[in-house]
């Protein structure tokens, strides 16, 4: 007899994308107003915790070893680097 | 050695011929061969999105007048169906783990659904299901600025990680009704589907919303 595996879990994180996602929507809209620094930041903390939801419930890393976390996680901290320096860095060349 | 042996013999060998690993437990190669894959295929994104982040950043005039807007409505709805798709494989995989083939074997089928209509949806939003509709058409045309071409580059390289994933999911479900797969098989279909899931999620945010 085959393991049973709990589904409710999926359900909540599938709600809370589609939360997320609507969220997403409502702050986006130029309608809504709302500045652009809060907007950005919020905007990419959004997708970012959509994506952690994502990985960690759907592709069951939460459930993996230290090992193989550390394996898909550790190699995301140089690109994070690169993004913030490299995007940083254009847009001072233009504002100075 | 034993797996190496029974290889050798010409019986298929199955996930868990190995013994649990100290650092990596009872995931299968497959499994981590696929999560190298998605780990080599995320830089590929990531680079595409840096170029993209250091272009419009350095950028005076993003969007130039006289090109359109990118729809945003009509894309959270594709974005909402490929996560439906994800929800969809996700049971998949749990059916698999089960045991039940028939309930595996639906579970595919919508999520290939949902990724013929992710792609039936960009195909209308780049060139249109009816005549003159379509970015294309309403002049956002590759090479013509940098805000047309990184869009095209972007979605479309996605686009083609969902052609392949709702092929991989296609073969998949008919091996699967040919009894010629495991849970296993399913999970690290799941891994490369959920993927690009995440990847979209991320896309869409960078390219649509910001």
């Known amino acids: 007899m085959a393991a049973h595996v709990d589904r409710r879990t999926y359900w909540i994180v599938f709600g809370s994308l589609a939360i997320l996602t609507v969220l997403e929507i409502l702050v986006a809209l130029p309608s809504m107003g709302v500045p652009k620094v809060p907007k950005v930041i919020s905007l990419i903390t959004m997708a970012l915790s959509k994506a952690a939801l994502v990985g960690l419930f759907f592709m069951h890393l939460k459930h993996e070893m230290r090992a193989l976390k550390l394996t898909v996680a550790l190699p995301f901290v140089f690109p994070a680097i690169y993004a913030v320096v490299l995007i940083g860095e254009a847009g001072w060349r233009l504002i100075r | 050695m034993s797996a190496i042996a029974t290889a050798a013999a010409g019986s298929p060998p199955v996930a868990h011929a190995l013994p649990a690993d100290e650092y990596f437990g009872s995931a299968s190669l497959g499994k981590i061969g696929m999560w190298i894959f998605l780990l080599s295929d995320a830089f590929s994104f990531g680079g595409l999105l840096l170029a993209y982040g250091i272009l419009r950043g350095g950028s005076e005039v993003w969007h130039h007048p006289g090109e359109p807007s990118l729809g945003i409505p009509f894309t959270a709805f594709l974005t909402f169906l490929l996560i439906c798709s994800s929800v969809t494989m996700v049971l998949a995989v749990a059916a698999a783990t089960e045991g039940h083939r028939r309930e595996t074997m639906i579970f595919l089928g919508l999520t290939a659904l949902g990724g013929i209509g992710f792609l039936t949806g960009q195909f209308h939003e780049y060139f249109g299901l009816v005549p003159h509709h379509g970015l294309v058409h309403e002049g956002l045309v590759f090479g013509h600025s940098a805000y047309a071409s990184t869009f095209y580059v972007i979605t479309s390289f996605h686009g083609?990680?969902?052609?392949?994933?709702?092929?991989?999911?296609?073969?998949?479900?008919?091996?699967?009704?040919?009894?010629?797969?495991?849970?296993?098989?399913?999970?690290?279909?799941?891994?490369?589907?959920?993927?690009?899931?995440?990847?979209?999620?991320?896309?869409?945010?960078?390219?649509?919303?910001?």
């Open chain 2, 160 to 210: 083609a990680h969902v052609l392949t994933g709702t092929t991989y999911i296609l073969v998949t479900l008919a091996r699967t009704a040919a009894g010629k797969t495991n849970a296993n098989d399913i999970e690290v279909l799941g891994l490369f589907w959920h993927f690009v899931d995440l990847i979209w999620i991320l896309v869409f945010t960078f390219v649509y919303l910001l």
